[in-house]
C-alpha cells in the first residue's frame, strides 16, 4: 500500500458525460501528480499540482481540468468524455525538495466509456 | 523534450535465473534522475529502485541493481534470482532534476517468470 488513495476504482459512462476522479495523497506529501495510462499512449503525464497551485502541464487535454485543495486532495475533472478517452487514471504523490524524487502511485481509476 | 527507449517489449526467463531488462534514454540535461518501476497484473505501479545522475555507483535494492552508463545515456535493470512474483510489466522512468517533477515512461517492458 502506497498510503496514496484514489476513488472510484471504476468508473463506466457515456460519450459526452463528465467525470471527477479523486486522489488523496501521502501523509505530508504536498505535491500530486496525474497520469494517463492507454494502450495507445503508454503512461502519460498530465498535470502535477504543488499545495494547491499547478506546477506543470503536459498532454492534459482543454476537456480536461485539474485542482488540488487546501486539505491536498485533487480532483480531476474530464468532460465531454470520447472514446478514447478510456484509460487507467493514476494519480501520484511525492515530497517536493531534496534529492528523492520519488513519486508513490495510487491504484488507479479504470475509467471506460462507452 | 526528454525521451526514454525500452527496446524490448517482451522478456522471459527461468525461475531463479537472472535477467536484464534494457533503457536508453534522450536528455540534454545534467542534472536527472532514473527509476525503474513495476506494474504487476494488479497495475498497482511500484517503484524499484532509482538513481540519482550524479552519482557515479549503481543503484542495488536486494535482487535488484542498475547499471547504469551516463555517457552512453543507458539505464538498464537486472534482476537476479529471479521470482514468479517478478512477472509484471516493467517501466523505465526519467525526471529533470528542476523544479519540473513529472516522471517520463518508456513504454514498458512485458517479463514472464517461467517455472
Redesign the interface.
Known sequence: DSGVTQTPKHLITATGQRVTLRCSPRSGDLSVYWYQQSLDQGLQFLIQYYNGEERAKGNILERFSAQQFPDLHSELNLSSLELGDSALYFCASSVVGGPLREQYFGPGTRLTVT | AQTVTQSQPEMSVQEAETVTLSCTYDTSESDY?L?W?KQPP??????VI?Q?AYKQQNATENRFSVNFQKAAKSFSLKISDSQLGDAAMY?CAY?N?G??????????TLLTVNP
Not at chain 2, 42 to 47: A, E, F, G, N, Y
Not at chain 2, 99 to 108: A, H, I, P, Q, V
Open positions: 534522475y527509476f518501476y494488479s497495475r498497482q505501479m511500484i517503484l532509482r540519482e517501466f525526471a532534476g523544479s519540473n517533477y513529472k516522471l517520463t515512461f518508456g513504454k514498458g
